[in-house]
């Protein structure tokens, strides 16, 4: 007799759950802006976000959608730096209504700074956050720099910060993932 473990029967339920969802990645419109700020507010309280010390202004910036089934369920917003050589992740942020929409929304973003001729993605997060850096980690991303002090920094600007994040940890800090993009298929570090 062969036992199969929860965690299978879990990964098996999960395929047959995403076989009845249908998950659509498609750009932002502006139709998108009112569940786009609703989904900045439920995250970050503001649709200004702040990344390594340069305010942005969120629910204008241009990115992607995820829908499941016709339904918001996440968006991921871009900044392209000047010169477009590098491509910014300023937000990225789902509804837990199916798994690998978060990792949709990610790949989605690199494909755009690839069709923007960027060699560079990159993005931020608080030192707090650590459910987000172990999701970088997982999908190839590399630390590239540690911004040491910067959300005090900003802190001195913007007020209404937080002083403690996940977990009850002090937010201090913000880190700096990125991916080398090549222009052709998917980039694999």
Known sequence: MRVRSTASMRSRARTRSLRAMSLT???IEPRDLHD??????????????????????????????AEVNGAFAGCVTLNL???????????LSCRGVAPG????????????????????????????????????QRRGWHFAALHKGIVDRVRALKPDLPLLGFDGI?????????????????ATQ
């Open 101 to 136: 929409i978060g990792s949709a929304l990610l790949a989605a973003a690199e494909d755009f700074a690839r069709a923007h001729g960027c060699r560079r993605i990159y993005l931020t997060t608080t030192n707090d956050n650590t459910h987000a850096i172990r999701f970088y």
């Open 36 to 65: 786009i700020r609703a989904e900045l507010h439920a995250h970050w309280h503001s649709h200004e976000i702040w990344s390594l010390g340069r305010c942005h202004q969120a629910d204008a910036l241009p990115g992607c959608v």
């Open 81 to 91: 730096d000047s010169g477009a050589w590098q491509c910014e992740v300023i937000t």
């Open 25 to 27: 990645i498609r750009p």
């Open 170 to 186: 002090q937010i201090r800090d913000e880190i700096e993932f990125e991916r080398w993009l090549d222009s052709g298929a998917r």
